[in-house]
């Protein structure tokens, strides 16, 4: 499966983006989805993730109450409201092939496939 991130860009703080990921030509019915992001020197971190149905949803704490995951059958959405610096990163999608649609994964090995990223940049 070949993810495809978009919807990055460059915004000052307290501003909104949303990103978008899509497999061209599949659908993600079974398919949890998550985002993760990455800054130069640390480690890929869980942002969002969310489960087949849509029926549960997780978030990191940095993120939560400012950030909405949210999915269709082709398309799985990352809304950002109120961004900060701290949130300057490139995002990830990924994509974990599951039967159950109870649990959302957090842990990157849980993730079967993953987009190329983009970049999102909040100045202060």
């Known amino acids: 499966v070949q993810l495809q991130a978009s919807g990055g860009g460059s915004v000052q703080a307290g501003g909104s983006l949303r990103l978008s990921c899509t497999a061209p030509?599949?659908?993600?019915?079974?398919?949890?989805m998550g985002w993760f992001r990455e800054v130069p020197g640390k480690e890929r971190e869980f942002a969002a993730g969310?489960?087949?149905?849509?029926?549960n949803i997780d978030y990191a704490d940095s993120v939560k109450g400012r950030f909405t995951i949210s999915r269709d059958n082709t398309t799985v959405y990352l809304q950002m409201n109120n961004l900060k610096p701290e949130d300057t990163a490139v995002y990830y999608c990924?994509?974990?092939?599951?039967?159950?649609?109870?649990?959302?994964?957090?842990?990157?090995?849980?993730?079967?496939?993953w987009g190329q990223g983009t970049q999102v940049t909040v100045s202060s």
């Open positions: 030509g599949r659908t993600f019915g079974s398919y949890g």
């Open positions: 990924a994509a974990e092939f599951t039967w159950s649609d109870s649990l959302v994964s957090t842990r990157k090995r849980q993730y079967d496939f």
């Open positions: 969310i489960s087949q149905s849509g029926s």
